[in-house]
T-cell receptor, first 110, second 115 residues
Framework: GENVEQHPSTLSVQEGDSAVIKCTYS??????FPWYKQELGKRPQLIID?????GEKKDQRIAVTLNKTAKHFSLHITETQPEDSAVYFC?????????FGTGTRLTIIP | GAGVSQSPSNKVTEKGKDVELRCDPI?????LYWYRQSLGQGLEFLIY????????KSGLPSDRFSAERTGGSVSTLTIQRTQQEDSAVYLC?????????????FGEGSRLTVL
């Protein structure tokens, strides 16, 4: 089955700076890579996703890059704001199942 | 309803008792997932339904765990003879088609505490 590793587990950045979270996956058949954000006490929600036929995708301050050869993908958040503080989960889809990474707790320092 | 609904939101039980957790997916969503989230941990896959069938049960931790889905809608996750290590938040999610095609919509979760 799929194995997804996520780093770092915690990340603190100054407000206005950029944050980068990295994930690797094991199964080359995976073809869908979403990112979910979970605010404290709330449910995870999709913030951006990328499919295997695309190398990069942007949505305002958020971007995701995918390197299929190396089997890794990253989330980039620019101009961070206090509301970006949350736990972020990457995931990879294999055989209809979405396998999640262990999460990154992002803290934005005012 | 507009979103995924789970009940109970909180459940405290004694070790050895059975518990049932219910999930009401978004109407029309054919795919339904159960995940477990322990304190400060990631999302551990338990089971996936497409319609009423479960193509992937690989994540169920032991034979004390079972799940069913009826009418392509409501799903129940049953934990028999609960143990303290079963304490976690159990999250249900539904998707219009499946995990490799689109967004998963999560419920608020059922927090299980086994004393």
């Amino acid at each position: 089955g799929e194995n997804v590793e996520q780093h770092p587990s915690t990340l603190s950045v100054q407000e206005g700076d950029s944050a980068v979270i990295k994930c690797t996956y094991s199964d080359s058949a995976s073809n869908y890579f979403p990112w979910y954000k979970q605010e404290l006490g709330k449910r995870p929600q999709l913030i951006i996703d990328i499919r295997s036929n695309v190398g990069e995708k942007k949505d305002q301050r958020i971007a995701v890059t995918l390197n299929k050869t190396a089997k890794h993908f990253s989330l980039h958040i620019t101009e961070t704001q206090p509301e970006d503080s949350a736990v972020y989960f990457c995931a990879a889809s294999w055989n209809e199942k979405l396998t999640f990474g262990t999460g990154t707790r992002l803290t934005i320092i005012p | 309803g507009a979103g995924v609904s789970q009940s109970p939101s909180n459940k405290v039980t004694e070790k050895g008792k059975d518990v049932e957790l219910r999930c009401d997916p978004i109407s029309g969503h054919t795919a339904l997932y159960w995940y477990r989230q322990s304190l400060g941990q990631g999302l551990e896959f338990l089971i996936y339904f497409q319609g009423n069938s479960a193509p992937d049960k690989s994540g169920l931790p032991s034979d004390r765990f079972s799940a069913e889905r009826t009418g392509g809608s409501v799903s129940t996750l049953t934990i028999q003879r609960t143990q303290q290590e079963d304490s976690a938040v159990y999250l249900c999610a539904s998707s219009l088609e499946g995990g490799n095609t689109g967004e998963l919509f999560f419920g608020e979760g059922s927090r299980l505490t086994v004393l």
